[in-house]
């Protein structure tokens, strides 16, 4: 709520100012690189993060004129002027796309729309979302770069696209926020190997969160290392984040042969055919019915009555039923 009202001043100042405005994804490395690529061009220009969801939803976003948006969907009906995007679900809208499904991640797309393929920094930091959105991170520096990515607050991200755009990444490492947000990452790391160690290997993983938000954990890492330790073909991770607000986090194989984007978008979400989302409400006084709507999704997807899920309580403790 106030983190919207005082983005939205921060907005209406870079209009008086007459300073570009992009919006990029907050979720990952993808969205801040990308913001960090455009800073690069546009040292004076003001950043706004946002989910894809917050996109979609937000009433304020799409009164803007956007001078850039990177890895998200354009605000519906805004006037975007260039976008650099490798969503399958994310149709073009901008006056200036630099739009590719089958690109790695939009940070490559942002400096080749920009101009800055031959940047150093720049190519440093493509370097870096190719590899945390394609899930195979081989450098340790890019590892510590997505923990501090994902568990930093709001503010922290702007600064670290604001830092990453001037120096790289090094610069980003050496910050004192950025050891604070290891050090969550480093708990919320322990919780997701707890919960790792008690799921049963299989192809098909489907796991329930019940009280998802008293975890402080990224479901996204959590869907991604259960995807790797357990082999499995198709996980999904549904978690109630609020009294009747649920989301989804689907991971699939990249050699197939199940499509996250299929289950994600029958739920209001999008993404990719090995990575896709989904945030949804259940009718007010219904808030329970989140659950069944996901099972339902799910189980008429994998053509099946009956399908096999994980329940997680606050304190790990795992429950499998079948529903
Ligand atoms: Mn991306």
């Given amino acids: 709520m106030l983190g919207n009202l005082i983005d939205f001043l921060r907005v209406v100042s870079a209009k008086i100012r007459r300073r570009p405005v992009a919006l990029c994804d907050i979720g990952d490395v993808d969205g801040i690189t990308s913001a960090a690529i455009f800073l690069r061009k546009y040292p004076d ?8 969801a917050q996109v979609q939803k937000s009433k304020w976003l799409r009164l803007f004129t956007w001078t850039f948006v990177a890895d998200l969907p354009c605000p519906p009906g805004a006037k975007v002027k260039m976008r650099a995007d490798h969503h399958r679900t994310n149709s073009p809208c901008a006056e200036q796309e630099c739009y590719d499904p089958s690109a790695p991640c939009s940070a490559l797309l942002a400096a080749k729309l920009l101009g800055l393929e031959d940047d150093p920094i720049v190519r440093e930091l493509v370097d870096a979302a190719i590899q945390t959105d394609t899930a195979n991170v081989t450098s340790e520096k890019v590892r510590k770069l997505d923990m501090i990515v994902r568990y930093s607050r709001y503010s922290t991200k702007l600064k670290i696209a604001k830092i990453l755009s001037e120096k790289g990444i090094d610069a980003v490492l050496s910050l004192p926020e950025a050891q604070e947000a290891l050090e969550k990452a480093r708990e919320a790391e322990h919780i997701i190997n707890t919960i790792c160690e008690k799921v049963p290997a299989s192809d ?3 796991m329930y969160f ?4 008293k975890l402080d954990i990224s479901y996204r890492q959590l869907n991604i290392i259960i995807q790797k330790s357990k082999n499995a073909k198709f996980v999904n991770i549904l978690v109630k984040r609020g009294f009747r607000t649920y989301r ?4 699939a194989d990249k050699e197939g042969p199940y499509d996250c984007t299929t289950i994600a978008k029958q739920l209001g979400g999008g993404g990719h055919k090995f990575a896709a989302g989904a945030q949804y409400k259940s009718p007010i006084f219904r808030p329970g019915e989140g659950f069944r709507r996901f099972v339902n999704v799910l189980k008429n997807y994998l053509g099946v009555s009956k399908v096999r899920v994980i329940v997680v309580d606050e304190n790990l403790n795992l429950n499998e039923i079948e529903v």
């Fill in 248 to 251: 989804l986090y689907c991971g």
């Fill in 210 to 213: 019940p009280k998802g938000k």
């Fill in 204 to 206: 098909i993983i489907t």
């Fill in 45 to 52: 220009a003001v950043i706004v993060l946002r989910a894809p």
